[in-house]
């Protein structure tokens, strides 16, 4: 498929609309990594089939002229209840998908967060969006932690959020079958597959070669850079012996905001509180880490009892405004959207992922003025849920 034009973006009416429109236009392999899960994928499903059991109860008559979707997080005022997640390997998937990201994020007023798994560096990226977050796969060492933090702090990031749900990496047999492997591997049987997709091979593969050389990933430690044909890669994310103790570290050594990304039991948050913590993802990594974990949402009301102070977000499986507002009607303070906006990089860019943040921001506007709320902290002033 060629890379879609602006009358395809036209019938673009939501965020699902740019998936079909990706996995034709990507290569198998690739389109495989992103939208594929761990095991038999089957968290990927349950989280978005935890969403839609959910109904939602709206008042009527009601004033809702001036509704407002604004939000504030860690002090900092935001135009949405919703970011950009972080996603590993993006500019592999769409040519400077990073930047495009970021940019866009940047211009809408809400967060973006590079992952350590990227192949754009923190300083590009902090150049583009000072004041974005950042999320770390953190290697336990006190002098790694150190040198990691500072490198984060003097690219003008503004959070730091430690993945804690990848002490191992996970069971991806899709991307096996797939034939997608890191350390990246050109197999005739994955030549075959981008020669097939000639579009993404010469508007993502050979441009960014060309222009950046062989890819590497940038953010994982303090100095070293391994590139994606490295075997060091191969365990980059993993990490066993972190520990409770090395997010104390953590703590000692940033004075910004600290979230910590993969809580799904309500224990946890309450450790996180008492250690300090600023802030807590509920996630099961878009169901790419431990297949059946329970969806985030079902144990949001729990966890949000645990959290006091800290804010809470949440993500997995959310596409559409009335899934943020479950979101936070159920607790949650903001939500992160992944796969839909990696999608919409790959296939056209910037212009492409402000479109996909335009698509949530109007419907967020219309369910809330049509649930009967004037602005998002009205949606845990009252009961809005059923089931």
């Known amino acids: 498929m060629l890379k879609p034009t602006s009358r395809d973006l036209r019938k673009v009416l939501n965020l699902n609309d740019f998936e079909p429109l990706a996995r034709r236009f990507l290569p198998r392999a690739i389109h495989g990594y992103v939208a594929g ?5 089957a968290t990927v499903q349950h989280n978005l089939d935890a969403l839609s059991r959910l109904k939602m109860i709206p ?5 809702v002229s001036a509704c407002s979707q604004q939000v504030t997080l860690f002090g900092k005022r935001y135009a949405s209840p919703f ?3 972080p996603m590993g390997a993006s500019a592999v998937v769409g040519h400077d998908a990073d930047n495009a990201m970021a940019l866009a994020a940047k211009a809408a007023n809400i967060p973006y967060v590079l992952s350590a798994n990227a192949i754009t560096s923190i300083e590009e990226i902090g150049h583009h969006y000072p004041g974005c977050w950042f999320a770390g796969y953190q290697k336990p060492e006190k002098d790694n932690i150190e040198r990691m933090l500072d490198r984060v702090g003097a690219a003008g990031f503004s959070a730091y959020m430690l993945t804690a749900d990848v002490a191992v990496g996970s069971n991806r047999e899709n991307n096996q079958r797939n034939g997608y492997t890191m350390p990246f591997r050109p197999t005739p049987r994955l030549v075959a597959d981008m020669l097939c997709h000639p579009s993404w091979l010469c508007s993502t593969g050979l441009r960014t070669l060309r222009q ?3 890819p590497r990933i940038s953010n994982i430690d303090p100095v070293r850079c391994p590139s994606i044909f490295s075997r060091e890669i191969s365990a980059v994310t993993g990490y066993p012996s972190f520990s409770w103790e090395h997010v104390e570290m953590l703590r ?3 004075d910004g905001p600290l979230i910590i990304k993969g809580i799904l039991s309500p224990d946890d948050a309450r450790l996180a509180r008492e250690m300090g ?3 807590i993802v509920v996630s099961n990594h878009g169901g790419r880490q431990l297949d059946c974990a329970v969806a985030p949402i079902d144990v949001l009301p729990a966890i949000k009892d645990q959290s006091g102070d800290m804010v809470v977000l949440v993500d997995s499986g959310f596409r559409r405004g009335t899934d943020i507002l479950k979101a936070l009607a159920l ?3 903001a939500v992160l959207v992944g796969r839909p906006f990696l999608y919409a990089a790959s296939l056209g860019g910037e212009p492409y992922v402000r479109h996909a943040i335009g698509l949530l921001q109007r419907e967020i506007h219309t369910d809330m003025s049509l649930a ?5 902290a009205a949606l845990q002033q009252e009961t809005f849920m059923y089931g």
């Open 212 to 214: 950046r050389g062989i």
């Open 83 to 85: 970011m950009i997640a």
């Open 331 to 333: 607790g949650a303070d």
């Open 59 to 63: 008042r009527v008559l009601r004033d």
């Open 277 to 279: 913590v600023d802030g």
């Open 37 to 41: 899960g761990a095991d038999d994928g």
């Open 252 to 254: 000692r050594h940033w």
């Open 372 to 376: 009967g709320v004037t602005n998002c």
